[in-house]
């Protein structure tokens, strides 16, 4: 369900969010375009992305800009940033949401697999922060929100390069914070517990392990990808002025 919370000051306001074409990232897709914010979303996969802006555009009246880029490409990320600030003026809402949560075991990991899951997992954070820092610092003001995962603070086991660029977001969140703090520009990340997308579903999911998951939260429900959209549009907003440097674990009240 979509927060029924409203923030005026993102109205207008221009958003880029990375992996809009599925899962969370669409539902922040959407819960931003509710706001009235001009959105657009970087993602590799067209078909998905395409039918994200269909359904939001039927939902709202409004339609993302889907901007098709491989975020292991800089150049190709540097394009896709500009061309967001092109059709909607300089991009002061970032959300750095994509990811690839494929397991793996510890002996079967090359250092070619390692730098590929790295440069999705943690590479474009970095790259997509300095390519909207000079708007940011030019409008006074801008909010990072980078997605991390309670993942590495569980001992989740099979996905090692995954969990340590995970927990890298969190470095390199308090960093650029520390960094881009005098221009009014605030970052943080979201650390969501297990969220139930389509592709948890399609991979991940038994009844049994999310049973097992669930009964261990506070709150005995299944979260779902609008879950993560109010705590992502709060660190958008100035309701969240003063707060950077920062996780929000958002997990159901799993740890
Ligand atoms: N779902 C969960 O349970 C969960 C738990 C903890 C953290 N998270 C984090 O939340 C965020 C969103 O997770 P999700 O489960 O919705 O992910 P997802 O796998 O469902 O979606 C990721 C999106 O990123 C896109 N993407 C992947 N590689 C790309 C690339 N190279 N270039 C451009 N786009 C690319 C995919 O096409 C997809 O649309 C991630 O950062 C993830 O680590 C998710």
Redesign the pocket.
Known sequence: MMPSAKFPDLEGASVLI?????????ALVEGFVLQGAKVAF????DA??QAVCDHVEQETGARPLFLK????DIEALRVAVARAAEAHDRVTVLV??????DRHAIENVTADFWDNNQS??LR?HFFTAQAVAPDMKEAGRGSIIN?????FMINHPNMPS?TTA?AGIIGLTKGLAGELGPHGIRVNAI??????????RDLWVTDESLATHVSRQCIKEV?Q?AD?VGPCLFLASDASRMLTAQTLIVDGGFL
């Open positions: 990375t992996g809009g074409g599925s899962g969370i990232g669409a970087i993602d590799i996969a998905a992305s880029a491989d975020l292991r750095n949401n994509a990811a690839l949560d999705i997992n474009p997605f991390t995962s309670t993942s995954y995970k650390a969501p517990g297990w969220v139930i997308t389509e592709r948890q979260m990808p993560m």
